[in-house]
């Protein structure tokens, strides 16, 4: 089975940047799609960007432009990127891992889920 583990969160103020990583466990790491969510108090978790096994990338509107997913097979982890941060941007951040429906460019999580770190944005 795959284990997730996420770090690099914290506290930053509006317009900062923070890089978030999820070191996973298992050679089969490089055949899933992965991709990182996020869930806010009282909210729905949400699809923040995935990245394809092929190294295509995509992004919710809201972080477009500002975050910026990669993944570096040989060290079996997934980077998250946070530039311009908002205080919307504040929420508990998970990676998952996952496949993809290429037709729809659809996104498919796993029950492969790290137990999140906590970004928070405030001045």
Known sequence: QVQLVESGGGLVQPGGSLRL???????IFSHYAMAW???APGKQRELVAFITS?????????????????RDNAKHTVYLQM??????????????????????????????WGLGTQVTVSS
């Open 21 to 27: 990583s999820c070191a996973a466990s298992g050679s």
């Open 83 to 112: 530039n311009s941060l908002k205080p919307e941007d504040t929420a508990v951040y998970y990676c998952n891992a996952g496949t993809l429906i290429q037709l729809r460019g659809t996104y498919v999580p796993t029950n492969y």
């Open 54 to 70: 092929r190294e295509s990338t995509n992004y919710a509107d809201s972080v477009k432009g500002r975050f910026t997913i990669s």
């Open 37 to 39: 969510y996020r869930q």
